[in-house]
């Protein structure tokens, strides 16, 4: 299994990025996805989460109303679309992906079995 992620970079504060992150080696549509951020000296945080299916998504509130996640099966990919970035979203973002039926606790790091090797962002002030 492997997940890539892509689209992060330098942006100035109030403005947007969209990260994708691409998945193979798994059945797509079988997995949910989860999308964290780590910051150096801290643990690994939630960030979003969202079902197999789409359907259901889960974000953590410092990210509601400005981060919307997304996926396309047909592709393999989910989709982080981040607006309104503050310099506190500055960080590694790491996409992870579980089967779903161990989807219990979407926003806990031990939930997920696969992760990407993260993609830096980070918002100038």
């Known amino acids: 299994v492997r997940l890539v992620e892509s689209g992060g970079g330098l942006v100035q504060a109030g403005g947007s990025l969209r990260l994708s992150c691409a998945a193979s080696g798994l059945i797509f549509s079988s997995y949910a996805m989860g999308w964290f951020r780590q910051t150096p000296g801290k643990i690994r945080e939630f960030v979003a989460a969202?079902?197999?299916?789409?359907?259901?998504?889960y974000y953590a509130d410092s990210v509601k109303g400005r981060f919307t996640l997304s996926r396309d099966n047909a592709k393999s990919a989910v989709y982080l679309q981040m607006n309104s970035l503050t310099p506190e979203d500055t960080a590694v973002y790491y996409c992870?992906?579980?089967?779903?039926?161990?989807?219990?606790?979407?926003?806990?790091?031990?939930?997920?079995?696969?992760w990407g090797q993260g993609t830096q962002v980070t918002v100038s002030s």
């Open positions: 969202i079902k197999w299916s789409g359907i259901t998504t």
């Open positions: 992870a992906a579980v089967y779903h039926t161990a989807w219990t606790r979407p926003e806990e790091r031990d939930t997920y079995t696969y």
